[in-house]
Nanobody
């Protein structure tokens, strides 16, 4: 059983930065990848970024490319999301997700991920 705990959300002005973290407990994470999703009020949950655990590969949603950076610390079983140049439209609850086994699903698809965190609120004021 993997438990994911996010931290680092908060209120920031447009143009500012925040760093989110997501720590996996229940032993050293040895899965395939960890990802970030977000859900804004009244909208569906959407993919933000993914970091693969055993290879150096990351992918981003077009809406955050060039502004957000995902990184991982294997020793700490933790994934980070550095968010810069934040915009009001980035306001959402951000969720961490863990993929633990190989999947043919696109990394955009939520069913690819077995474990989810509880979410952390990010609010960007204009």
């Amino acid at each position: 059983q993997v438990q994911l705990v996010e931290a680092g959300g908060g209120l920031v002005q447009a143009g500012g930065s925040l760093r989110l973290s997501c720590a996996a407990s229940g032993g050293t994470f040895s899965g395939v990848a960890m990802a970030w999703f977000r859900q804004a009020p009244g909208k569906e949950r959407e993919f933000v970024a993914i970091a693969f655990w055993r290879v150096t590969a990351t992918y981003y949603a077009d809406s955050v490319k060039g502004r957000f950076t995902i990184s991982r610390d294997n020793a700490k079983s933790t994934v980070y999301l550095q968010m810069s140049e934040l915009r009001p439209e980035d306001t959402a609850v951000y969720f961490c997700a863990a993929q633990v086994s190989a999947s043919g699903m696109s990394y955009y698809q939520q069913n690819r991920y077995k474990y989810w965190g509880q979410g952390t609120q990010v609010t960007v004021s204009s």
